[in-house]
């Protein structure tokens, strides 16, 4: 037992001292030549499932999920679940900024 905690702790702390060095390359790193199209087109996808698209999937998913929940035909650990999955879904971006803030990674 004491060896797995052994080979845990190295890992733990490779993996501490292999962080900066994955964030200053991700700094440096720059997107490749030739994949503007590929972004604005990934950009364009997004846009359209975060816009109004999703905003409607989610209300109905909220809806029906709370009509199964008050008429006891579902689990309030799953309607839960659907609820986060909307928070998660909806706050992606801030989620994303927020990490990448705390890691100190510019852009």
């Not at 702390?13 to 990934?42: E, K, T, W, Y």
């Amino acid at each position: 037992m004491n060896r797995i905690y052994a080979i845990f702790g190295v890992a733990i702390g490779n993996m501490i001292f292999l962080l900066p060095c994955i964030a200053h390359a991700q700094i440096l790193l720059s997107d490749p030549r030739g994949s503007g199209p590929i972004i604005s087109a990934v950009q364009w996808l997004q846009g359209t499932l975060l816009g109004t698209l999703a905003t409607v999937v989610a209300v109905i998913a909220v809806a029906c999920v709370g009509l199964l929940m008050l008429s006891g035909r579902i689990n309030w650990r799953h309607g839960a679940v659907v609820i986060l999955g909307c928070f998660i879904l909806f706050g992606a971006a801030s989620i994303v900024a927020g990490i990448r803030s705390t890691a100190g990674v510019i852009g």
